[in-house]
């Protein structure tokens, strides 16, 4: 099957979460969860939850911990059996250390032929983009990322 013979439906259902997912608000939030199916998964860097109450929890957690969340979708790409959402995620943390987040990833999306959103995984680097920005722990994290930087010629 390639893209142009894919399910229709699902491709449309992946647009218009693309959509719901850049003008994401906290109001807005149970329309994106109703575009899941209800055995939905979801993985980022830090977590994997099955099920559309842990992904409507995601988020809430994300508007409490956060503020002005807001994620800039870049592109969108359908394959043969997913599609992908490059996005650029900005917020501020509301507690210790209060940092500016800035956040460039990936989300790989998968539909049924319903047109229900069955899988939403997350792709960003955690270690450069979060880790090594954190005060104290960030002294840890950047010599180790420092090992993986090829020497210059």
């Known amino acids: 099957m390639t893209a142009s013979s894919r399910n229709t439906k699902?491709?449309?259902?992946?647009?218009?979460?693309?959509?719901?997912?850049?003008?994401?608000?906290?109001?807005?939030?149970?329309?994106?969860?109703?575009?899941?199916?209800?055995?939905?998964?979801?993985?980022?860097?830090?977590?994997?939850?099955?099920?559309?109450?842990?992904?409507?929890?995601?988020?809430?957690?994300?508007?409490?911990?956060c503020h002005d969340p807001r994620f800039d979708i870049t592109d969108l790409a359908h394959g043969k059996n997913a599609s992908y959402i490059h996005w650029r995620m900005t917020a501020k943390l509301k507690s210790w250390p209060h940092m500016d987040l800035d956040f460039t990833g990936m989300t790989e999306v998968h539909a049924n032929d319903d047109g229900m959103i069955t899988a939403h995984y997350d792709h960003w680097d955690s270690a450069s983009q979060l880790?090594?920005?954190?005060?104290?722990?960030?002294?840890?994290?950047?010599?180790?990322?420092?090992?993986?930087?090829?020497?210059?010629?």
Do not use: C, W
Not at 37 to 64: A, C, L, S
Not at 135 to 148: D, E, H, N
């Open 10 to 65: 699902a491709i449309s259902a992946i647009t218009h979460y693309a959509k719901a997912f850049a003008e994401l608000t906290p109001e807005s939030l149970d329309a994106l969860v109703a575009m899941a199916d209800d055995k939905i998964i979801f993985t980022d860097p830090f977590n994997r939850i099955e099920g559309r109450k842990g992904f409507h929890h995601v988020f809430t957690h994300m508007y409490d911990t």
């Open 131 to 153: 880790l090594a920005k954190i005060p104290y722990v960030g002294a840890l994290i950047r010599p180790i990322l420092k090992q993986f930087v090829l020497p210059s010629h």
